[in-house]
């Protein structure tokens, strides 16, 4: 019995000790330090700064619909890199990062039409409108959910690694357009308060929540990637050992 229990004793010191331990330690780390961020941050923007001059109280929306969408980028640009490296080195490492990130910033993407729908509504008079702005983030959320049922379709984890990769770097032009639209296009939106020459036009005491809801929703987003990640290793090795024996049999 003493024997079996030294031995369970180092078996789980060792498992401890792992990369995929400390990995995992990391992601509950920063699932921590996301939820403790986005409190504080929400707290801030919802409850303790003065409301907007114009548009009042239905500002507070900013605080979670600006960071979303940012973070939204944010997830695609790393499928756009992580589909260019899959298909240069073939490596499906990068692919279970690209598709990681592309469930993440297709949850962010819905967050944000929801939150500008209630947004407008509130001070456009209608739930939605074909803006320019608008119809392309609405173009990005379907190009990347449709990223996600093409993936579904292939059996082989190899096929619809590739075919998602040139999917999801085609799509990805829709994020310059969109950010560019309220330049190029008369659109409802207004141009950027926060990214412009001569610095933002929006008082600093309103932009302490918003940068604080940033920070939260990127930690949030390397935590779900991170266990992501993991998931999708594991699913395609399952995959794999599926093909081999269907080849076998």
Not at 240 to 248: A, S, T
Request: glycine share 8%; proline share 4%; net charge positive.
């Amino acid at each position: 019995m003493e024997g079996r229990t030294a031995v369970t004793a180092v078996q789980w010191t060792s498992e401890a000790g792992s990369p995929r331990s400390r990995a995992s330690l990391a992601a509950k780390g920063f699932g921590a330090a996301a939820a403790l961020v986005l409190a504080t941050g929400l707290y801030l923007g919802l409850v303790v700064v003065p409301p907007d001059a114009v548009q009042g109280d239905v500002q507070r929306i900013m605080y979670l619909h600006v960071p979303s969408i940012v973070t939204a980028y944010v997830a695609f640009f790393v499928v756009f890199c992580a589909s260019i490296l899959y298909l240069w080195k073939r490596d499906l490492r990068f692919d279970a990062v690209a598709v990681s990130s592309a469930e993440i910033g297709v949850l962010l993407t819905g967050i944000t039409l929801a939150t500008g729908s209630i947004w407008g509504k509130s001070t456009w008079g209608v739930w939605w409108t074909w803006d320019a702005r608008l119809t392309l983030t609405a173009i990005l959320f379907t190009i990347y959910v449709g990223y996600l049922m093409l993936r579904s379709f292939a059996e082989d984890p190899r096929a619809a690694a590739r075919y998602g990769a040139v999917l999801a770097i085609i799509g990805f032009l829709d994020i310059p357009l969109n950010h560019m639209a309220v330049q190029w296009w008369r659109t409802l939106h207004q141009p950027s308060s926060i990214l412009r020459p001569g610095g933002p036009s929006v008082a600093a005491v309103l932009l302490l929540p918003l940068g604080i809801n940033f920070a939260g929703l990127a930690l949030m987003y390397i935590y779900f990637l991170l266990e992501r990640v993991r998931l999708e290793r594991i699913r395609h090795r399952t995959a794999e050992l599926r093909l081999k024996r269907g080849r076998r049999g």
